[in-house]
């Protein structure tokens, strides 16, 4: 397998493990920090068999894609970890720019117009996801597990479909190869892993969040537009206006009040009902 680190990373002092094929590449790195690891591991596969997606659902990892977690400890207080996410999506929307050379021309569409184009071409959807021309290209999902003896370990997984996505799904999926775009997941891995360490200095402990939270919102999809929310088996319908301090969604109803959501399954448009992503 030829993951490798970029070089700023090691430099850094991340550690990088490679697969060919793997359970899940976030389960192991939970194994890992319980097995003692110090954390800012970097466990990589392109295949996993029993990859794990947000709210207990499957994510495929056909042979090609990107599975890749980083792994920390005792990173920062344990109720900052949770926007962990935001950062990971920064660094995967900035390495994804990076690497894909061609990604304005496919986020917006061939016949896009001038204005699109100034378009951010990766967009961040609210927690975790990334969407390219409004179909899910890439997830990312948090686990995390107390330490003996104290401490507590950290799980960002990030997932891209490089080569395939999976069918039949309940929400637009697509892959870099779908978009016509050139690249592997070797050199997407790279780019990302160079990414993270920009986007963690940002975010520096949670001590940067705002910033991260404001960077975050200009790469916002559907950001001011008609959103339902399901919550716990409740829609919540609205419109998007921003994420607080904590990245918690907020939304304005017609009744003009604010619901703020910390968990959800955000749809866009005015639809009947909300269908599960
Ligand atoms: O449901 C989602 O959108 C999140 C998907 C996260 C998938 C990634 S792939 C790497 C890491 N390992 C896993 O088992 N899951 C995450």
Redesign the pocket.
């Known amino acids: 397998m030829g993951f490798v680190l970029a070089p700023p990373a090691s430099a850094a002092g991340f550690r990088l493990e490679a697969f060919d094929t793997i359970g ?4 192991t790195a939970l194994e890992r920090a319980r097995a003692g690891d110090p954390g800012r591991l970097w466990v990589v596969s392109s295949k ?1 068999e029993t ?4 709210r207990g ?1 499957v ?1 495929a ?1 056909p042979e090609g894609n990107l ?3 980083l792994l920390l400890v005792n990173c920062c207080p344990m109720p900052v970890a949770a926007t962990l996410g935001f950062v990971a999506g920064l660094a995967l929307g900035d390495a994804l720019e990076a690497c894909v050379p061609d990604a304005g021309r496919i986020a917006i569409g061939a016949d896009g117009g001038g204005d699109a184009r100034a378009k951010s071409r990766f967009e961040l959807k609210w927690p ?2 990334v969407l390219a021309g409004g179909a899910k290209l890439a ?3 948090l686990e995390s597990t107390m330490l003996e003896g104290g401490g507590f370990a950290v799980a960002i ?3 891209v479909n490089v080569v395939a996505h999976p069918a039949e799904m309940p929400y637009p999926a697509t892959s870099l190869t779908v978009l016509g775009a050139r690249g592997d997941a070797q050199t997407l891995f790279l780019a990302l892993s160079d990414a993270w360490l920009a986007a963690e200095r940002i975010w520096d402990g949670g001590r940067g969040l705002d910033a991260v939270r404001r960077t975050w919102l200009k790469r916002a999809a559907g950001l001011g537009s008609e959103v339902a929310v399901r919550v716990d088996g409740e829609i919540v319908r609205g419109v998007f206006e921003t994420i607080d301090a904590e990245c918690r969604f907020v939304v304005r109803d017609r009744h003009g009040k604010h619901w703020k959501i910390a968990a959800g399954d955000v749809h866009f448009g005015v639809i009947a009902s909300a269908a599960a992503d």
């Open positions: 899940s590449t976030n389960a996993q990859g794990r997606g947000r659902r994510w990892t599975a890749a977690t975790n996801d997830g990312i999902l997984g990030i997932g």
